[in-house]
């Protein structure tokens, strides 16, 4: 799993996730604490361009 950038539902402000910054749910859904305003917020993974490089597991 790579760094996710994503910007806070919340605050709005872009977040730089590593790998150890969020969570995952389940194989499309990502969880994190904004760095900035401290809200949990969830996202879908993106699963097609070229941030989908990584091999599927259990499929
Ligand atoms: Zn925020």
Redesign the pocket.
């Known amino acids: 799993m790579s760094t996710q950038v994503r910007s806070?539902h919340?605050?709005f402000?872009l977040m730089w996730l590593t790998a150890d910054q969020y969570e995952l749910l389940d194989e499309g859904t990502i969880r994190a604490k904004?760095p900035?305003?401290g809200?949990l917020v969830r996202f879908k993974l993106v699963t097609e361009g070229p941030n989908a490089t990584g091999p599927k597991m259990g499929h």
Request: glycine share 0%; charged share 10%; proline share 0%.
């Open positions: 806070c919340k605050c402000q904004c900035h305003c809200a």
